[in-house]
C-alpha cells in the first residue's frame, strides 16, 4: 500500500506552486510536427527558429470513467495552461534535419471533490482544492530526412523521441501538484508529403510508441482509506496531420491545420495482472487549428492561431488533467537563418 487517508486538513491540500510541463504525448494542444511537414521547409539548407505561446483551457465533469492523478471522488475538473514552446529546426545536409524542441508551461488545475466516505457511519463534505505548477519539461528529438524533391512536391521520413523528466504529484494519496508529464518514453516514426503550388499543402501520418513504465502518479483508491498504485502496459498513438495555407498577399496567408488522433488507452498493471482501466480501448481526437501569418521581410514570420477540438477526449482521457486537449489561442514567431 502506498499511503492511507489522512483527516480533513491532509485531504483537502492546499495551493502547492511547482514544476511542471507536458509534450509529445503530453503534447501541447497543437500537434507537433517535424523539421519537413511545411512545404520549403530549410530549403534552402538553413535553420529555422520558431518561439511560440499558447493558452489552452479545457473542463471535465463526467468521472464515470476514472483518471489516474487524482484517486479521490470528482465532480469537476478544469484545467488551464500557458505553453511557451521553443522549437530549432537545424539543417545537417540539405536533405537531412535535426529538431529539438523544449517546452515551457504554466499551469493550474482547479477540483471539485464529492463527498469523502471515511467510515461507515462518517463522511466528510465535497470541498475545493488548486493545484498550480510551471516549469521546463520533456524534450522531443528528431531527424527528418527529405527523400523525394520533384518541384513542387516533395516526401519525407522523421525518427524521434519523447523523454519523460518527472511524473511526481507531490504526495502519495492527493496530488499536491500537476506531474511534469506522463512519465512515458515516446518512441515515434512518420512519413509525410508536400505540395508547394498553387496552394500550399501538407499530410504527415505519425505513429508513437509507448512501451509502459511505472509511475508515481498511478495512485488508486481501492477502499476506504486505502490506496495502491501500478504500472502501465505498452501503447501506441496514430496520428494524421494535415494543413493548407493560402497567400492572400505577399504579406498575409491564411492557414487552416486538421488533426486527427487515435490513442490506444493503455492497460494497468497490478501485482495480479492487467485490466482495462476504462471499457473503451481507443480513444479519437480530431482538433482544427487556423491561423494568420504575416511576413515581416525574408527571416521573420508574425502567426496568429486558434484551435478548437472537434471531437474530443477529454472524459476518456486517463492522463487528463496532465495531458490537457487542444482549445485555445496563441502567437508564434518564425526567424528563418542561413
Same mark, same amino acid.
Given at each position: 500500500?502506498?499511503?492511507?487517508? !489522512?483527516?480533513?486538513?491532509?485531504?483537502?491540500?492546499?495551493?502547492?506552486?511547482?514544476?511542471?510541463?507536458?509534450?509529445?504525448?503530453?503534447?501541447?494542444?497543437?500537434?507537433?510536427?517535424?523539421?519537413?511537414?511545411?512545404?520549403?521547409?530549410?530549403?534552402?539548407?538553413?535553420?529555422?527558429?520558431?518561439?511560440?505561446?499558447?493558452?489552452?483551457?479545457?473542463?471535465?465533469? $463526467?468521472?464515470?470513467?476514472?483518471?489516474?492523478?487524482?484517486?479521490? @471522488?470528482?465532480?469537476?475538473?478544469?484545467?488551464?495552461?500557458?505553453?511557451?514552446?521553443?522549437?530549432?529546426?537545424?539543417?545537417?545536409?540539405?536533405?537531412?534535419?535535426?529538431?529539438?524542441?523544449?517546452?515551457?508551461?504554466?499551469? $493550474?488545475?482547479?477540483?471539485?471533490?464529492?463527498?469523502?466516505?471515511?467510515?461507515?457511519?462518517?463522511?466528510?463534505? %465535497?470541498?475545493?482544492?488548486?493545484?498550480?505548477?510551471?516549469?521546463?519539461? $520533456?524534450?522531443?528529438?528528431?531527424?527528418?530526412?527529405?527523400?523525394?524533391?520533384?518541384?513542387?512536391?516533395? /516526401? =519525407?521520413?522523421?525518427? +524521434?523521441?519523447?523523454?519523460?523528466?518527472? $511524473? *511526481? %504529484?507531490?504526495?502519495?494519496?492527493?496530488?499536491?501538484?500537476?506531474?511534469?508529464?506522463?512519465?512515458?518514453?515516446?518512441?515515434?516514426?512518420?512519413? +509525410?508529403?508536400?505540395?508547394?503550388?498553387?496552394?500550399?499543402?501538407?499530410? *504527415?501520418?505519425?505513429?508513437?510508441?509507448?512501451?509502459?513504465?511505472?509511475?508515481?502518479?498511478?495512485?488508486?483508491?481501492?477502499?476506504?482509506? !486505502? =490506496?495502491?498504485?501500478?504500472?502501465?502496459?505498452?501503447?501506441?498513438?496514430?496520428?494524421? *496531420?494535415?494543413?493548407?495555407?493560402? /497567400?492572400?498577399?505577399?504579406?498575409? !496567408?491564411?492557414?487552416?491545420?486538421?488533426?486527427?488522433?487515435?490513442?490506444?488507452?493503455?492497460?494497468?498493471?497490478?501485482? +495480479?495482472?492487467?485490466?482495462?482501466?476504462?471499457?473503451?480501448?481507443?480513444?479519437?481526437?480530431?482538433?482544427?487549428? /487556423?491561423?494568420?501569418?504575416?511576413?515581416? @521581410?525574408?527571416?521573420?514570420?508574425?502567426?496568429?492561431?486558434?484551435?478548437?477540438?472537434?471531437?474530443?477526449?477529454?472524459?476518456?482521457?486517463?492522463?487528463?488533467?496532465?495531458?490537457?486537449?487542444?482549445?485555445?489561442?496563441?502567437?508564434?514567431?518564425?526567424?528563418?537563418?542561413?
Amino acid at each position: 500500500m502506498v499511503g492511507t487517508a !489522512s483527516r480533513r486538513s491532509g485531504w483537502l491540500g492546499r495551493r502547492v506552486v511547482a514544476l511542471a510541463i507536458v509534450l509529445g504525448v503530453t503534447c501541447p494542444a497543437h500537434a507537433q510536427t517535424g523539421p519537413y511537414f511545411e512545404p520549403q521547409s530549410l530549403d534552402p539548407a538553413g535553420y529555422e527558429l520558431r518561439v511560440s505561446a499558447d493558452y489552452h483551457d479545457a473542463s471535465r465533469s $463526467d468521472f464515470t470513467r476514472p483518471i489516474f492523478l487524482m484517486a479521490q @471522488g470528482l465532480s469537476r475538473l478544469h484545467a488551464r495552461q500557458l505553453a511557451v514552446t521553443f522549437d530549432l529546426r537545424l539543417s545537417i545536409t540539405p536533405s537531412l534535419a535535426l529538431q529539438i524542441v523544449l517546452p515551457w508551461l504554466v499551469r $493550474d488545475v482547479a477540483a471539485e471533490g464529492v463527498n469523502l466516505v471515511v467510515s461507515a457511519d462518517q463522511s466528510l463534505p %465535497p470541498r475545493s482544492w488548486t493545484l498550480s505548477s510551471w516549469g521546463l519539461g $520533456d524534450p522531443t528529438l528528431a531527424v527528418g530526412y527529405r527523400f523525394w524533391r520533384a518541384m513542387p512536391w516533395s /516526401a =519525407y521520413a522523421e525518427l +524521434g523521441a519523447t523523454i519523460p523528466i518527472d $511524473d *511526481n %504529484p507531490g504526495a502519495a494519496s492527493l496530488p499536491q501538484r500537476v506531474p511534469l508529464g506522463t512519465g512515458q518514453h515516446e518512441l515515434f516514426a512518420g512519413i +509525410g508529403a508536400t505540395l508547394d503550388r498553387p496552394v500550399a499543402l501538407s499530410l *504527415n501520418y505519425r505513429i508513437g510508441y509507448s512501451p509502459g513504465e511505472h509511475a508515481a502518479y498511478l495512485v488508486r483508491r481501492v477502499a476506504n482509506q !486505502s =490506496y495502491t498504485s501500478g504500472a502501465l502496459g505498452a501503447f501506441a498513438h496514430h496520428r494524421f *496531420n494535415a494543413a493548407g495555407e493560402l /497567400a492572400l498577399s505577399k504579406l498575409f !496567408s491564411v492557414r487552416l491545420a486538421p488533426s486527427l488522433t487515435f490513442m490506444q488507452v493503455p492497460l494497468l498493471i497490478e501485482r +495480479g495482472g492487467s485490466r482495462q482501466l476504462i471499457h473503451e480501448q481507443v480513444a479519437v481526437e480530431l482538433d482544427l487549428a /487556423a491561423a494568420v501569418r504575416l511576413r515581416l @521581410g525574408d527571416a521573420h514570420r508574425l502567426e496568429l492561431r486558434g484551435s478548437l477540438p472537434l471531437v474530443a477526449a477529454t472524459d476518456l482521457d486517463p492522463f487528463y488533467p496532465i495531458v490537457i486537449p487542444a482549445r485555445g489561442v496563441g502567437i508564434a514567431w518564425f526567424f528563418v537563418g542561413s
